[in-house]
């Protein structure tokens, strides 16, 4: 299994960093769109393929730019994560995750994958590191067992969280993908 992780595109908050990131539920800007259109070109989702998503507005629409709707599974576990842990970090607005009714009601044919964890009010953004490494491991068993290319498009904290809980070691925020990454770990 291969699974590929893909930083959202550039997006509303970060049009005048840092004032904006307490904007809630930021939406890619028209670079951000014109990224996710490049990178449709250099990544081909087939039909068997898995799409997991963030619940947050940037990620979505970096998705429906890669492919259809009915192709997502929105997954708070691939939501908003801060890296390094550090409880001093404020929360930021601009990493609130939409809700259950919310997603329902912006958007049509997504699927929700959550294992009925309670995981949608906070989301993983704060979550202690041995809680993460719980549920990201029973993720990645479920990307495992389903046994098709996995792409998760997520945040640049996510991301680095998850590739360090998949054994890279020393990773540092100088590691984050930036607005135009994605990274690919094979044969998982």
Not at 71 to 100: A, H, W
Not at 110 to 115: G, N, S, V, Y
Not at 125 to 150: D, S
Not at 155 to 169: C, K, N, P, V, W
């Amino acid at each position: 299994m291969d699974l590929t992780f893909i930083r959202h595109r550039h997006a509303e908050h970060l049009l005048h960093y840092p004032h904006q990131l307490n904007q809630l539920h930021p939406g890619l800007t028209e670079l951000g769109k014109r990224q996710a259109t490049e990178l449709r070109k250099q990544i081909k989702i087939l039909p068997n393929d898995i799409v997991l998503v963030s619940p947050t507005k940037r990620t979505i629409e970096t998705a429906l730019i890669l492919t259809s709707s009915d192709k997502l599974t929105v997954c708070p576990l691939v939501g908003p994560r801060m890296f390094p842990q550090n409880p001093e970090f404020p929360v930021l607005r601009c990493d609130q995750i939409y809700s259950k009714d919310e997603l329902n009601a912006q958007y049509t044919g997504l699927r929700i994958l959550d294992f009925e964890l309670d995981c949608w009010v906070d989301g993983i953004n704060r979550m202690e590191e041995h809680r993460f490494e719980i549920y990201a491991g029973q993720l990645v068993q479920w990307c495992r067992n389903y046994g098709a290319r996995t792409f998760i498009i997520s945040h640049d904290g996510t991301i680095t969280s998850y590739r360090a809980f998949l054994g890279e070691q020393g990773l540092t925020r100088s590691d984050f993908l930036g607005e135009a990454g994605h990274y690919t770990i094979r044969d998982l």
